[in-house]
Protein backbone atom coordinates (compact mmCIF):
# COMPACT_ATOMS: atom_id res chain seq x y z
CA UNK A 1 0.00 0.00 0.00
CA UNK A 2 0.63 3.75 -0.59
CA UNK A 3 1.37 4.84 2.79
CA UNK A 4 0.65 8.92 0.89
CA UNK A 5 -2.55 7.25 -0.81
CA UNK A 6 -3.78 5.73 2.47
CA UNK A 7 -2.91 9.36 4.84
CA UNK A 8 -4.98 11.55 1.65
CA UNK A 9 -7.67 8.83 2.33
CA UNK A 10 -8.01 9.13 6.44
CA UNK A 11 -7.58 13.11 6.38
CA UNK A 12 -9.45 13.99 2.74
CA UNK A 13 -6.76 16.46 2.12
CA UNK A 14 -3.38 16.58 0.65
CA UNK A 15 -2.42 19.69 3.09
CA UNK A 16 -3.08 19.19 6.47
CA UNK A 17 -3.00 21.40 9.68
CA UNK A 18 -0.03 20.37 11.56
CA UNK A 19 -2.29 20.47 14.62
CA UNK A 20 -4.11 18.09 13.38
CA UNK A 21 -1.28 15.26 12.70
CA UNK A 22 1.08 16.43 15.71
CA UNK A 23 -0.22 14.19 18.14
CA UNK A 24 -0.80 11.16 16.79
CA UNK A 25 2.47 11.08 14.50
CA UNK A 26 4.56 12.74 15.97
CA UNK A 27 3.60 12.34 19.67
CA UNK A 28 3.79 16.07 20.29
CA UNK A 29 0.95 18.34 21.40
CA UNK A 30 0.31 21.22 18.90
CA UNK A 31 1.83 24.26 20.50
CA UNK A 32 5.08 22.17 20.71
CA UNK A 33 4.90 20.96 17.47
CA UNK A 34 4.25 24.40 15.90
CA UNK A 35 7.31 25.69 18.30
CA UNK A 36 9.59 22.47 16.41
CA UNK A 37 8.01 23.94 13.01
CA UNK A 38 9.17 27.83 13.70
CA UNK A 39 12.47 26.88 14.47
CA UNK A 40 13.23 24.70 11.94
CA UNK A 41 12.65 20.82 13.54
CA UNK A 42 10.32 18.98 12.89
CA UNK A 43 11.25 15.82 10.40
CA UNK A 44 9.42 16.71 7.34
CA UNK A 45 8.89 20.09 6.14
CA UNK A 46 5.77 22.16 7.67
CA UNK A 47 5.17 25.88 6.02
CA UNK A 48 2.58 28.67 6.31
CA UNK A 49 0.36 29.60 3.85
CA UNK A 50 -0.79 33.46 4.00
CA UNK A 51 1.13 36.29 5.34
CA UNK A 52 1.76 36.57 8.72
CA UNK A 53 2.46 34.82 11.67
CA UNK A 54 -1.47 33.87 12.21
CA UNK A 55 -1.43 31.36 9.51
CA UNK A 56 -1.91 27.73 10.47
CA UNK A 57 1.49 25.27 9.89
CA UNK A 58 0.77 23.30 7.28
CA UNK A 59 2.25 19.84 6.01
CA UNK A 60 1.80 17.81 2.79
CA UNK A 61 0.54 14.63 3.26
CA UNK A 62 3.63 13.34 0.52
CA UNK A 63 6.21 14.53 3.18
CA UNK A 64 4.45 12.95 6.30
CA UNK A 65 3.86 9.63 4.17
CA UNK A 66 7.47 10.02 3.30
CA UNK A 67 8.86 10.26 7.04
CA UNK A 68 6.80 7.67 7.61
CA UNK A 69 7.94 5.07 5.42
CA UNK A 70 11.39 6.36 6.64
CA UNK A 71 11.06 5.36 10.30
CA UNK A 72 9.04 2.35 9.49
CA UNK A 73 12.21 1.20 7.61
CA UNK A 74 14.25 2.20 10.35
CA UNK A 75 12.51 0.11 12.75
CA UNK A 76 12.14 -2.76 10.30
CA UNK A 77 16.24 -3.22 10.20
CA UNK A 78 16.88 -2.56 14.00
CA UNK A 79 14.69 -5.83 14.44
CA UNK A 80 16.30 -7.85 11.62
CA UNK A 81 19.49 -7.00 13.37
CA UNK A 82 18.20 -7.83 16.84
CA UNK A 83 16.80 -11.17 15.68
Given at each position: ???????????????????????????????????????????????????????????????????L??Q??????DL????
Amino acid sequence: MNTAFLLMAQLNKAIVPLDEISDEYLGLAPRTAQNYAKAGKLPFPAFRSGNGNKSPWLVNVNDLAAYLDKQRDIAKKDLIRAA
